[in-house]
Each structure stands twice: as C-alpha cells, then as structure tokens.
C-alpha cells in the first residue's frame, strides 16, 4: 500500500517465511541444500504522522509483546551517519549494505538503546533483537540521506511461529528494509534517485531485492551470528533457492506452489545440540555418513529437476507421476535424516498418519522435534485432507495447509 496525505506516507510490506525443502544437515558438510518460500508470511505497515512533540518512532511488535518509543531527537541523528568498513574508500550508501562497517554500527546502535532504555539489557532477548535490528536498518537506510525524517507509527504482524525454523526472524528484517527503502523512494524527490527507483512502481526492482535481502542479512547476524543467508534470500525472492556452503545462495527461477500440511510437533528442539550429534555420529561411522550426506545431496538434485519440470507451465500428461515422484524423494530424504538420529516419535506419529492415507511426509529444518511437511498432490481429494488433519488435531498437533513456492517480498495494495 502507497499512500500520502498532506505529505504523509503510509507504505505497506510483506513478505514469506520459508522452510528447508531438501539438505538438512547435508549443508553442514558442503552439499546442497533447497530453501523454499511459504505461503505464511509477516506484514510490516508504516505510517508517518505529525506530532506537536519532537519527532519520535512508535513501535509495535505484538508477535514479541513489544511496544517502544524511540526519540529521533537529537542522540539518534548521530547513528545517521555509518561508516565503511575499513579498506574501503567513498562515501558510504543505503544500496552498498555489504560495505557497512557492521560491527561499528552495530555498537553505535547498543550504546543509544542503552541510553534510552537503561534496562535494556532484561529485556527478552527477541525484544532486544528486534529493537537492534530495527534501529540498525532505520539508521542505515536514512543514514546516507539528507531527507527530514518525521514520526511514525510502524506496526507489524506475522504468522509465523517465532523459533519453530520458518524464518520469522528473516521475514521480518525483509519486511523491514523493504518498508523503509520503499518509504525513502516515496521521500525523495522526483529524478533525484537513479532511473530503476521509479515512484510508481508498484513492485521492488531485482536490484532493490538484492538490497533488501543485504540488509536483512545484516539483520540475521544481529539475531544468529553466523547465518548462512539461505533465510534472508528465501524471503526476499521467494520461490526456491539453492545454497551450498561457502558459496552465495542461488535464486532458482523456478515458479510453482506445492500444498502442504505444515504441522507443528509442538516439540521443542535445540539446533546446535542435534548438529553436534550428528558430527559425533559421523566421527564413529564416517563412511557411512558421508554416504547419507550424498544420498541426500542427490535427492536434491533431483527434486529440483523435478520441480522445473512441474513448474514449465506445459500441460503434461504425467504429472500425477512428478508428484509421485517428488514423493518418493520426501520419503527417501526425510529416512536419511532419520538414519541421522534427527528424527522424533512425535514426527513419526505424524508420517505414519499421512502414510495411511498415501501421502508422503518428512521432516524440515534441524529436526528433533519442530514441523514435519505433508505433500498434497492435486489429486487429492478433499475429504482425505480434511480427514488427516482432524486426525492429527485430536493427537494434540497444529495443522496448518498452506502452499510452498510463491512470491517474494511484496509491496500491499
């Protein structure tokens, strides 16, 4: 949404969580893994208003029970200029994010929330990253800019479970770069931006993707440490994207929109803790881990060959046999994982209830627990979804049908 009234903005953003399709714990070790946008996505609204006070930020996360005022008068101003990382020459810019001194920035950042809210340090810690990461971004974006920032009230929901591996914490740094680069646009005079910033444009650019998605993953070392940039690329770009270790992640032009059951175990899991079991299963047993990682490298491959043909858009006769197919390869891959030891009863109890109805299930994420995926072909009817979910509602689990694959990073009408 783009509005303005009396020189007041108002910009709407949204944007996907995503899942791991195909490669969990096999990224670890150098093979491929498929990320996958979902059909669940968080929302950001941003509206700016006049105020007889000095200029001021309302923040409002109810999905982190945060509520926060930030004065914009006079400490924050200092933070709207960053710095270049060091070996780097020129002025620094909202579009160079990767050239931002991040760790200097970052700490200017810490010592203004420390200022204004001196129990800042007892806050939650998704609290204390929300407020880092907005402030971070804020004073980023505008930082290389002259334009007068106003007060504004930014609001923003999301479906997403926060920590269950859906890329919350990415969908929202999307959401808000996108917010605040689109809200700069609509600031900025006309021609005064380089000719692919058009006012009107109703969608982001490729190269403003790139840009929000930098600056998200900013915002994932903020919230992770160390991310791999799977999630910030999944939820800018949508669809699917390829990551291997050590390399950037891969936008894969690959248009489709599986259903799914997304349900939730309601098993708590530790990703750290199953990644080192892991490593020490592989430490007794080498080969024969090393044989499973590229089984399920394969199996990757081979469901991405799979999904292109799907998504060609040509109307093929053997479709029901590609969805049979991409099942066999959930099967296979979510058995991988299980030789792994990174499965769960919970998560078992949930693949054998879409076995008995011919439906293929597997695991997603680190595993131990969190959400297993339920493949719906398009042939299924409708009274064997319903009949599965109720099933698995009575035995305590969360059901959600959504759709994997589709769009992006999206500005609202």
């Known amino acids: 949404m783009l509005t303005a009234v009396d020189n007041l903005f108002t910009v709407s953003v949204s944007a996907p969580g995503k899942v791991i399709l195909h490669g969990e714990h096999s990224v670890v070790y150098g093979k491929t893994a498929i990320a996958v946008s979902l059909g669940l996505r968080s929302s950001i609204v941003i509206k700016e208003v006049n105020t007889p006070h000095e200029p001021a930020v309302h923040i409002h996360l109810p999905c982190v029970d945060l509520q926060e ?10 933070l709207f200029h960053p710095k270049l990382a060091p070996g780097i020459t020129g002025k620094f810019s909202w579009r160079l994010p990767h050239k931002i001194d991040h760790d200097y920035h970052l700490r200017r950042v810490e010592e203004y929330l420390h200022l204004i809210k001196p129990n800042f340090d007892s806050l939650p810690n998704n609290q ?4 880092r990461s907005f402030l971070y971004v804020f004073s980023g974006i505008f930082g290389s800019t002259y334009l007068p920032v106003k007060s504004m009230d930014i609001s923003m929901g999301s479906e997403l479970t926060i920590g269950a591996g859906t890329g919350s914490s990415a969908s929202f740094a999307v959401c808000l770069a996108g917010a605040l680069i689109q809200l700069l646009k609509l600031k ?3 021609g005064n931006f ?3 910033y058009d006012q009107s444009s109703q969608d982001f650019t490729d190269t403003e993707k790139e840009i929000i998605s930098e600056w998200a993953f900013n915002c994932e070392k903020i919230m992770h440490g160390t991310p791999s940039g799977i999630d910030n690329a999944t939820c800018t770009f949508g669809n699917l994207v390829s990551f291997k270790k050590g390399a950037k992640p891969r936008h894969l032009d690959i248009r489709m929109e599986l259903r799914v059951l997304l349900v939730d175990s309601r098993v708590s899991r530790e990703t750290r803790t199953l990644v080192v079991r892991v490593a020490a299963l592989r430490q007794r047993n080498t080969a024969a881990v090393d044989h499973i990682m590229e089984a399920c490298e394969h199996v990757a491959h081979t469901a991405t060959q799979v999904l292109e043909k799907l998504s060609s858009g040509k109307c093929d006769p053997d479709t029901e046999a590609d969805y049979q197919h991409l099942s066999e390869l959930w099967d296979m891959n979510h058995c991988l994982l299980s030789a792994l030891g990174v499965s769960h009863p919970s998560l078992e109890v949930i693949r054998a209830a879409a076995k008995s109805k011919g439906l293929a299930c597997k695991l997603t ?6 959400y ?3 493949l719906i072909p398009p042939s299924t009817p409708r009274s064997t979804i319903d009949s599965l979910s109720g099933q698995l509602l009575q035995n305590g689990f969360r059901v959600t049908e959504t759709r994997l694959g589709g ?3 999206s500005i609202e009408m």
Do not use: C, H, Q, R
């Open 188 to 190: 900025s005079s006309s």
């Open 407 to 409: 769009p992006g990073v």
């Open 365 to 370: 994420g680190a595993g131990g627990g969190g």
């Open 372 to 374: 297993a995926m339920i």
């Open 194 to 196: 380089d000719a692919y």
């Open 69 to 78: 005022t930030i004065p914009l008068e006079p400490t924050v101003k200092s």
């Open 128 to 131: 204390k990253n929300s407020l």
